[in-house]
Nanobody, 117 residues
Framework: EVQLVESGGGLVQPGGSLRLSCVAS????????MTWARQAPGKGLEWVST????????YYADSVKGRFTVSRDNAKNTVYLQMDSLESEDTALYFC??????????RGQGTQVTISS
């Protein structure tokens, strides 16, 4: 059974950047589509980005398009989310999941991102 562990979250000022990592163990994710999603306090799950197994197909939510960049290193069994120009509305618990948008049953515990001055 795959285990996903996210890291890289933290507290940054508006306009700052963070790079999240999602490391998989127990199973090779190189053939899997991977997705990043987030959940802000008191709100439901919000899809952020999806990357296909070969990274040829990448999708972003309108709210992060142009500011976030998803990538993967299949040799390291890792998926990344580079987040730039961060806004207070980006404050949330971010997690990665194995599968496409909307399928979050296999996911990590998440990493907290807080944007505040």
């Amino acid at each position: 059974e795959v285990q996903l562990v996210e890291s890289g979250g933290g507290l940054v000022q508006p306009g700052g950047s963070l790079r999240l990592s999602c490391v998989a163990s127990g199973s090779n994710i190189s053939s899997n589509t991977m997705t990043w999603a987030r959940q802000a306090p008191g709100k439901g799950l919000e899809w952020v980005s999806t990357i296909s197994a070969d990274a040829r197909n990448i999708y972003y939510a309108d709210s992060v398009k142009g500011r976030f960049t998803v990538s993967r290193d299949n040799a390291k069994n890792t998926v990344y989310l580079q987040m730039d120009s961060l806004e207070s509305e980006d404050t949330a618990l971010y997690f990665c999941s194995r599968g496409p948008k909307g399928r979050y049953s296999v996911r990590g515990q998440g990493t907290q991102v807080t944007i505040s001055s």
